[in-house]
């Protein structure tokens, strides 16, 4: 059974940017398409992005050019690199397992997320 573990949120100023990581233990990583959720204040969940096992990549279209993610199968860990942070930024970012296209990811795990602040 695969536990995502996230880090690297905090609190940053517009403008300003942040690379969270999520490491997985455990399961199957390699073959996964692995993604990034968020949930901001009163939102829905919502995906952000997603990177198949040939690091074919998907992006909302409210973090294309500024967000990007990235995974090392090595250490069994994906990345989320975040740029020109805005304030409509801050949420809850979980990272997320799963299969099927990177557009619409069918999720199997969820970690249990860390906070992005962005002030303005």
């Known amino acids: 059974q695969v536990q995502l573990v996230e880090s690297g949120g905090g609190l940053v100023q517009a403008e300003g940017s942040l690379r969270l990581s999520c490491a997985a233990t455990?399961?199957?990583?390699?073959?996964?398409?692995m993604g990034w959720y968020r949930q901001g204040p009163g939102k829905e969940r919502e995906l952000v992005a997603t990177?198949?096992?040939?690091?074919?990549?998907y992006y909302a279209d409210s973090v294309k050019g500024r967000f990007t993610i990235s995974r090392d199968n090595g250490k069994k860990t994906v990345y989320l690199q975040m740029n020109s942070l805005k304030p409509e930024d801050t949420a809850r970012y979980y990272c997320?397992?799963?299969?099927?296209?990177?557009?619409?990811?069918?999720?199997?795990?969820w970690g249990q997320g860390t906070q992005v602040t962005v002030s303005s």
């Open positions: 997320a397992r799963g299969y099927g296209p990177i557009a619409t990811m069918y999720v199997d795990s």
């Open positions: 455990g399961g199957i990583f390699n073959s996964k398409v």
């Open positions: 990177i198949d096992s040939g690091g074919s990549t």
